[in-house]
C-alpha cells in the first residue's frame, strides 16, 4: 500500500510521469506538466483525469476541432482512434489510464 499527494507531485520536464501502478495491461500514472501535450491519435482506450489544475483539451469531432474546459474533478475518455492534445492552463496534475506502453 502507499498514498499519493498528487499535489505534491512536480515532474522534472513537462509531461513526467510517476507510476502509480501497472496492471491488467494498463498502466496507471500521475503526470504534471505545464506545457501542451503534442497532437496525438490514440492507439487504445484512455481516460484522463484532472486531480489538480485547469486543462484546454482539444479534440477532433467530425472534422472539426473543438476544446473542452476541464477543472479538477473532471474526466476526459477517449476512445482508440480519436485524436487530441492537452494544454494545461498553469501547471496541471493529471492521473492517465490506459494501455501499457501507449504514449
Not at 23 to 40: E, F, K
Not at 84 to 102: D, F, K, N, T, W
Request: charged share 20%.
Amino acid at each position: 500500500m502507499r498514498i499519493v499527494r498528487s499535489k505534491d507531485y512536480l515532474g522534472a520536464r513537462a509531461w513526467d510521469a510517476q507510476l502509480i501502478a501497472a496492471m491488467n495491461n494498463a498502466t496507471v500514472r500521475l503526470h504534471w506538466s505545464d506545457q501542451p501535450y503534442p497532437w496525438h491519435v490514440n492507439d487504445g482506450q484512455e481516460v484522463f483525469a484532472v486531480l489538480d489544475g485547469e486543462v484546454a483539451m482539444h479534440y477532433r469531432h467530425d472534422g472539426r476541432e473543438l476544446v473542452a474546459h476541464l477543472c479538477a474533478g473532471d474526466i476526459f475518455y477517449a476512445a482508440e482512434g480519436d485524436a487530441h492534445s492537452a494544454h494545461p492552463l498553469g501547471q496541471a496534475r493529471i492521473l492517465v489510464i490506459e494501455r501499457a506502453g501507449s504514449d
